[in-house]
Structures are given as C-alpha cells and as structure tokens.
C-alpha cells in the first residue's frame, strides 16, 4: 500500500480494535486499531471521507427538551423538561416516565412511557382512573418542546385518549460528531469556522434520521511525512463529551492521496 500508489483507501472499524494495549478494554467510542501492514503517508494528505455507526445515543439540548401532557377531565397541564445530555432511547423514556408522574402525583395521574427497539417509536400511556380519563400532548410547535423529535405529530395535540404512540421513529441524532486521531497531529491544512487550529480533530454531519455520516468540507486534510501503522480513536458528540453508543460497530473510510 505504498509507492506507486496515486490514492488509497484505508478502512478501519471498531470490530478490529486491539484490546491487549489496554487492561480494561477499548469501547467502540475510544479504540485503538493495529493497521494490516504500514500505511505509507509520507509527503500526503490524509482525510476522513466517510462513516457509519449504529447510532444509539440521542442528544438532548437546551432549546429542545420539554413534553407537555395535559388531561382535560381534571383539568390539569403537566410541562416536564428533559435534563440536557446524551440518552438511549429506553433511558428518554424512562426519565419522563418518572418526571410526568412527580408531576402528575398531586392528581393522582399515573403514566407509563416506553420505547420499542422494534420499531423505534416512543409511546406515551396514561392509567385511567375516576378523574383522569384520556390525555393530550400539547405545544407539540412550540421551539422547546421534543415531542416532535420523539416521533409525535400535532394529532396527539387534539385527540385524547389513554396512549399516544409516535408517529414515526424517534430521531434526537446529533447534527454533528467528531472524531479524534492522535496521529492525525501534526500540520493541519486549516482551522474551523472559530479559527482554532484543530490538531487531530474531523467534525462530520449526521444524515438526518440515518447511521451514515457525510464530509463535506475539504478544510479538514493532513499533511504526513512519516508512515503510521496504528491509530487510536475517539468519538465525541456536540457538546465534547465521549460519544455513547452503546457498543454499536464503528467503521470509518480514509483517503490517502498524493500532494
């Protein structure tokens, strides 16, 4: 893979990370991977082009993060907010279970949210009783409000009843991942938007809905006068932290080129 070779491309996954370098073991979002033999990178660009991860953590945002139940037999309006973070799906469900139900404890209201890992949708229940008969969920438009996000369209806004299930898949991906190789450090091409040097760091753009990734942005190559044989890696999500996907497989595609 060297020489006379105008461009090459190098794929590495997670499956393949080496876990004798460490005691403990590489989760798929902090790995280090043995390359098959040399790759020769010297006096060449080296850039990210593409990758796929099974993608099972949602972000939650500051802008994004409330559901509103409101039971017109009582009446009473419930408004919950999602603390901001990184979620499964089933762990979404289960911190709004627990925050409707503090909410809704004064009116003796009951509800059960849950999460099919089967067809990827959030159903919202409510336990009927002498006072509280049927629900909605409100400000569904609303900038705030993640119903939407978790697969609910503005039907639940106007139909009660005892369960709502969303009407499509819930959908909380980060609109951005980066991912970190310590050997990609040295003679970075450019800086971001932010005009600070990123020295070993690839941001790459979540398809919405999708376990694919696109790069679009030709800023972020690598200049190599040296041969690498192994890489260690690190996924993040938006907000820096290490990237919770809950041991789904990594793979990620480079391209080596001449200058």
């Not at 229940?125 to 369209?153: H, P, W």
């Not at 639940?156 to 005892?162: D, F, I, K, N």
């Not at 044989?229 to 990237?243: C, H, M, R, V």
Request: net charge neutral; aromatic share 10%; hydrophobic share 35%.
């Amino acid at each position: 893979m060297a020489g006379s070779v105008d461009a090459q491309y190098v794929i590495v996954s997670s499956d393949d990370r080496d876990y004798t370098k460490d005691t403990v073991g590489y989760t798929t979002s902090d790995f280090r991977v043995k390359l098959p033999r040399v790759v020769d990178t010297r006096r060449k660009k080296i850039k990210v082009v593409d990758m796929i991860m099974n993608n099972g953590q949602y972000s939650v945002e500051t802008t994004r993060r409330k559901i509103v139940a409101y039971i017109p037999s009582i009446p009473a309006t419930y408004t919950v907010s999602l603390a901001v973070g990184a979620y499964n799906a089933t762990e979404i469900a289960s911190d709004l279970q627990d925050k409707l139900n503090t909410a809704g404890s004064g009116d003796s209201a009951v509800f059960t949210v849950s999460y099919s890992s089967k067809t990827y949708k959030m159903t919202i229940s409510l336990e009927v009783s002498a006072v509280a008969t049927a629900f909605q969920l409100k400000s569904l438009s609303s900038s705030d409000n993640i119903g939407r996000k978790l697969g609910f369209d503005y039907a639940s806004e106007t139909s009660s009843a005892t369960s709502h299930t969303g009407n499509s898949m819930v959908q909380l991906y980060d609109l951005f991942n980066t991912i970190a190789i310590q050997q990609f450090k040295q003679n970075i091409v450019t800086t971001d938007s932010t005009n600070i040097p990123k020295t070993y760091m690839f941001r790459v753009i979540s398809r919405s809905g999708e376990s694919a990734f696109k790069f679009d942005d030709d800023r972020y190559e690598f200049i190599f006068e040296k041969d690498i044989d192994w890489l260690d890696i690190k996924l993040y999500d938006q907000s820096g932290a290490l990237l919770r996907n809950n041991g789904g497989k990594v793979v990620i595609t480079l391209l080596i080129t001449p200058l």
